[in-house]
């Protein structure tokens, strides 16, 4: 019974459109030979990634966010360098609320440390979020309207986020766009699903050396990718394997080198000094597993 209500009360927040809520994921990749600018060497780019998001319902129009996300990125930053590992952790905090039959928003605090976790201070936290404003045009169309903004190590970020989530009206083709950050477009065959995606951000890294001042690295990473997807458990446990093409390239520069504004992909008041030479793009794989709640099968089964 109370797990009946559970599904109920969070019908009317993720019903529109998208049947779905994504709970869990977790993800190894790796990309090959990435070569540093005008030097005779390269390094791997290997990562690991995890997340949850769960939803706690406050009432009837509104829902509490809450999860947490960890990456792992390991790789040499300087040519012949040994291997350093980059941490991210950040916590979800944010509010969903429906206002109307077609409006609805989305308001998300993403606090976060990241560096290489080596003398953590206050100088390896940054502050985050984004807000979304979603307009519901039919049962199988949803458009976006938003902001993402964050705190880096060389200045602030911050880019404007236009997209919209498609469903056709036979389940099997599916459009979940987020531009210019990210963009998923799918085709279900039965247990498997074909499909091609996008992400692109700006990240940044503290870097402690010892008896030497603190760097960072500015992660410019753009990755496009085909993938196969084998769908288990009803649907429930989505298991991908990526290939495609990453950017990934990490600007080392000293801590307090900053920029005036980064806005997407424009820097302004960019009179940094970079200190390695910069990484051109690779070749990556990575394999993907994901614990999917859906919200429409459940309601049904549960009656």
Request: net charge negative.
């Amino acid at each position: 019974m109370k797990k009946l209500l559970l599904l109920f009360l969070l019908f009317p927040f993720f019903i529109s459109a998208q049947e779905y809520v994504d709970i869990f994921r977790i993800g190894f990749g790796q990309t090959f030979n990435n070569n540093f600018e005008d030097v005779d060497s390269s390094t791997n780019v290997k990562s690991f990634e995890v997340g949850f998001t769960f939803p706690v319902v406050l009432n009837q129009n509104h829902a509490l966010i809450t999860g947490g996300d960890f990456s792992r990125n390991n790789l040499q930053l300087f040519p012949e360098a040994e291997y350093t590992s980059l941490y991210s952790t950040n916590i979800k905090l944010g509010l969903a609320s429906n206002w109307s039959e077609k409006w609805s928003t989305t308001i998300v605090l993403l606090p976060k440390i990241a560096s290489d976790y080596k003398n953590i201070s206050v100088s390896d936290f940054y502050f985050g979020g984004f807000a979304l404003l979603k307009l519901k045009k039919n049962e199988n169309l949803k458009y976006r309207f938003g902001i993402y903004a964050s705190q880096e190590a060389f200045g602030l970020f911050t880019t404007p986020i236009l997209g919209w989530y498609y469903l056709s009206p036979n389940k099997r083709f599916e459009m979940d766009m987020s531009l210019p950050i990210s963009a998923d477009v799918s085709y279900k065959l039965g247990v498997t699903t074909v499909g091609v995606d996008y992400f692109g951000i700006g990240r940044s890294f503290n870097v402690h050396y010892e008896n030497s001042p603190t760097l960072y690295a500015d992660l410019s990473s753009l990755e496009f990718a085909g993938y196969l997807q084998l769908n288990a458990l009803e649907e429930s446990v989505l298991l991908r394997a990526k290939l495609g093409y990453s950017s990934n390239n990490y600007e080392m520069y000293a801590e307090g080198d900053k920029l005036d504004l980064g806005v997407s992909a424009f820097s302004f008041g960019d009179d940094r000094t970079q200190l390695n030479p910069s990484l051109n793009g690779g070749v990556f794989l990575k394999f993907e597993a994901i614990y999917r709640f859906h919200i429409k099968k459940k309601n049904t089964s549960e009656n």
